[in-house]
């Protein structure tokens, strides 16, 4: 069974940093196929970070590109995200996100896309 578990999250103040981890179980992932998106109240889930379906490039989302930075441990197959310079409009439940099988076509910023989603971890960010 797979399971991917979301972690550290939490109350920061704005310019503040976290880093939130990704644990997956059941199978190993390669870095192609994992992802982060969040979501707030009253939105859509939205695309953060992703790794290319070839493992080679990264792709952010405006709001996000310069702050925050996705990376992985294959040996702990462990996807991160460290964030810096936190806004307010950063507040959401952030969700890591994988696919079975990635390839050329995959659109890797699309939640339909991804075949297992971790439960969550809430980040709030304080003005």
């Known amino acids: 069974q797979v399971q991917l578990v979301e972690s550290g999250g939490g109350l920061v103040q704005a310019g503040g940093s976290l880093r939130l981890s990704c644990a997956a179980s059941g199978r190993t992932f390669s870095s192609s196929g994992m992802a982060w998106f969040r979501q707030a109240p009253g939105k859509e889930r939205e695309f953060v970070a992703a790794f290319s379906w070839s493992g080679l490039y990264i792709y952010y989302a405006d709001s996000v590109k310069g702050r925050f930075t996705i990376s992985r441990d294959n040996a702990k197959n462990t996807v991160y995200l460290q964030m810096n310079s936190l806004k307010p409009e950063d507040t959401a439940v952030y969700y890591c996100?994988?696919?079975?099988?990635?390839?050329?076509?995959?659109?890797?910023?699309?939640?339909?896309?991804?075949?297992?989603w971790g439960q969550g971890t809430q980040v709030t960010v304080s003005s």
């Open positions: 996100a994988a696919i079975k099988n990635p390839h050329s076509g995959t659109r890797y910023y699309h939640p339909n896309e991804y075949d297992y």
